[in-house]
Structures are given as structure tokens and as C-alpha cells.
């Protein structure tokens, strides 16, 4: 889902950009090569305008945005806004070369399916909140904060034929590695595989691979 989310004290998510992995990537990461870039079709010098459909706390939209992207996040939870919403304040009174991506990203409040017909985005990225495994003790402690506050994505199905409707070239699904292809949804034009997570890359009428 989204940037460097750290556990303060209490047990709450804090939004970080600048910091931890995130900060990490930012300075050493791999670039254009890396499979998120790959997917939404940054290649030969192609920057597209994208729409993170499911921002969570903002980690893949800054990887894009720090790549160049014009990013829009479209986040519903009022809790999860709050907490990016202060994220990129935070970044952005950083200055340098961070709070230059975090102009490149502008936050939105609402649901994509409702949202994302008047933006006419290039691409759209969709990563759906998924129902915790069973062996509940291997899922991340930030994972199960995340979920507390989100839930899980029941209409996610939805959300895919909105975000399908809606761009002018690609939707990327971002999805467990192993896990079926998302039912109701039609094949992927082609798959982009990392270590445990798959960008199910679905080309639309007039799109480019």
C-alpha cells in the first residue's frame, strides 16, 4: 500500500517519508528498473500521469512521484487521509528534494469509484485491502494496524471496472504473488513478478505496452 508507516508509542501508525525503508529507497533505490515503474509503463523516458486508487500511507505513489509521475491518491478512510495528509505535510516542510515529490502528489479524499470518472487518468493503480491470512502471527504488526483501520476491500471487483472504465491506458492491479486472478475481472494483458507480490498489468483500447 504506502510509504514508511512506523508504530509510534501508542500503537498508531505514523506516516513517514523520509525515514526507514522508504527514506532508503528513496536515496539507493533501483530506479525506472523497479517492477512498480515497470508497470505502469515508465520506459523510454514515458513519465505517465497516475491515480493511486488506494493510497493507503502513500508508499507506492512516492516511489512514482520520486520518479518523476504526477500522482493522484484517492483515499476513503477518514483515519488513513488524516494520517497521509500529515505524512506529506511533514515531508513537504522538509524541503530539498523530498518536499519536491511531495508536490508531485496531490491527496484526495473519497472513493475512487465515485472519483476517478472525472479525472481521466492515464493509469490507474489499485491495490485492494486483502482479507488476513491464517496464520495470522506471520502478518506484519503494521499490516494489522493498517487493516484495523481500513478493513478489508470488499468491493474491490468494483473498484477494478471503475478504475478499467476510467483510464486511457493501463490499470495495474497489485496482487499476491500465488493468489488467483481476481474473479470477475477479465486476463491481464501481462504480469510483472517481485519476491511476493504481482502487478497484473491490464492494457485498455488505445494503450501501449
Not at 25 to 53: C, E, H, I
Not at 61 to 76: K, Q
Not at 79 to 107: F, S
Not at 172 to 198: C, F, N, Y
Request: net charge positive.
Amino acid at each position: 500500500m504506502s510509504d514508511k508507516a512506523k508504530t509510534a508509542e501508542a500503537g498508531k501508525l505514523v506516516c513517514d517519508f523520509t525515514g526507514g525503508a522508504v527514506g532508503h529507497r528513496f536515496r539507493f533505490g533501483g530506479g525506472r528498473g523497479q517492477a512498480l515503474p515497470r508497470a505502469v509503463g515508465m520506459k523510454s523516458g514515458n513519465t505517465p500521469m497516475v491515480v493511486d486508487a488506494t493510497a493507503g500511507l502513500g508508499r507506492d505513489a512516492f516511489l512514482l512521484a520520486s520518479l518523476g509521475a504526477e500522482v493522484t491518491l484517492i483515499e476513503r478512510s477518514p483515519e488513513m487521509h488524516r494520517l497521509l495528509a500529515e505524512g506529506m505535510e511533514r515531508a513537504r516542510k522538509t524541503g530539498g528534494d523530498v518536499a519536491g515529490v511531495i508536490r508531485r502528489m496531490t491527496l484526495l479524499h473519497g472513493d475512487a469509484k465515485d472519483l476517478l470518472p472525472g479525472l481521466s487518468p492515464e493509469v490507474v493503480l489499485v491495490d485492494p485491502m486483502h482479507p488476513a491470512r491464517k496464520k495470522s502471527a506471520l502478518v506484519k504488526h503494521e499490516m494489522r494496524l493498517i487493516r484495523e483501520i481500513v478493513g478489508t476491500d470488499e468491493d474491490s471487483v468494483e473498484l477494478m471496472q471503475a478504475a478499467l472504465s476510467a483510464a486511457r491506458k493501463r490499470v495495474v492491479l497489485k496482487w499476491p504473488l500465488r493468489a488467483d486472478p481476481m474473479e470477475g475481472i477479465g486476463p491481464a494483458s501481462h504480469q510483472i513478478r517481485g519476491k511476493s507480490t504481482r502487478y497484473d498489468v491490464f492494457m485498455v483500447a488505445g494503450g501501449r505496452a
